[in-house]
C-alpha cells in the first residue's frame, strides 16, 4: 500500500495461505498519535479482507510508538477476534519490544520476537 499523505511509511502487505503479513516500511519509523491513527485505519480494512485468517504485523523498522498505537493493535485484534481470526505483532526492536512489555500487550494478543516468516502455524 503506498504511503498515507504525510506519512513517513508505507505498508507493504502479502497473503498466502490463509495468513497476511502486514510489514511497516520506512527509514527511523516513530508511530505517534497521527501516524498510529492511520495505521489503525489501514490495519483494520486489511482485517475486513482477513475473515477467519490471520494478520500479522511486522514492526521491525519501528523504531518508537505511543499509546495511540498499542490501542490500534487491540482494536485490530479485537476485531479480527469476533471474526474467528488472529492478529500479532512480530519483529519488534527492544525499544518498541520493552514497550510492549511494560504495558503487557503478549497478555492480550500475541506478540512474537522474530520476523513473521517465523511465527508459528496454527
Known sequence: MPPAPGT??????RSAGGVTVARLVGVRIELHEDDALALRERLLGLAAGVGAGALLLDLGDVRYLT???????????CRLHAQAGRFAVC????AVADILDTL???SVLAVHPGPADEFPAG
Open 91 to 94: 519483529n519488534p526492536r527492544p
Open 8 to 13: 513517513p511509511w508505507r505498508l507493504a502487505v
Open 104 to 106: 503487557r500487550l503478549g
Open 67 to 77: 499509546s495511540t498505537a498499542v490501542e490500534a493493535f487491540l482494536a485490530v485484534h
